[in-house]
């Protein structure tokens, strides 16, 4: 069973950088269909980011679009998001999951994935 773990979160200014990483134990994510998605109080997790599982196609959604660039690292154990450009309306936990039956419809709902890690706190001031 994969285990996720996701770290790089932080507090940051308005307009600066990070990069979360999200790794996998307990197997490879080759195969694998990896989302990010944030949350904040009270509202549902929002979908951010997702690769397939063949790795072949990324989709973002739109207000991260040309901000957020999501990777996947050689070994296909750790998927990374890179965040560029944030604005306070990015702070929110982040979370990555996986799923190995998600079909390409599906990658934007969170109900399509089977393993999630604990989340990572990014927060980003005016």
């Known amino acids: 069973q994969v285990q996720l773990v996701e770290s790089g979160g932080g507090l940051v200014q308005a307009g600066g950088s990070l990069t979360l990483s999200c790794a996998a134990s307990?197997?490879?994510?080759?195969?694998?269909?990896v989302a990010w998605f944030r949350q904040v109080p009270g509202k549902e997790h929002a979908f951010v980011a997702a690769?397939?599982?063949?790795?072949?196609?990324?989709y973002y959604e739109d207000s991260v679009k040309g901000r957020f660039t999501m990777s996947t690292d050689n070994g296909q154990n750790t998927v990374y998001l890179q965040m560029n450009s944030l604005t306070p309306e990015d702070t929110a936990v982040y979370f990555c999951?996986?799923?190995?039956?998600?079909?390409?419809?599906?990658?934007?709902?969170?109900?399509?994935?089977?393993?999630w890690g604990h989340g990572t706190q990014v927060t980003v001031s005016s």
């Open positions: 999951s996986a799923g190995n039956r998600v079909i390409t419809s599906s990658l934007r709902s969170q109900r399509a994935y089977d393993y």
């Open positions: 690769r397939s599982r063949t790795g072949g196609y990324i």
């Open positions: 307990g197997g490879t994510l080759r195969g694998y269909a």
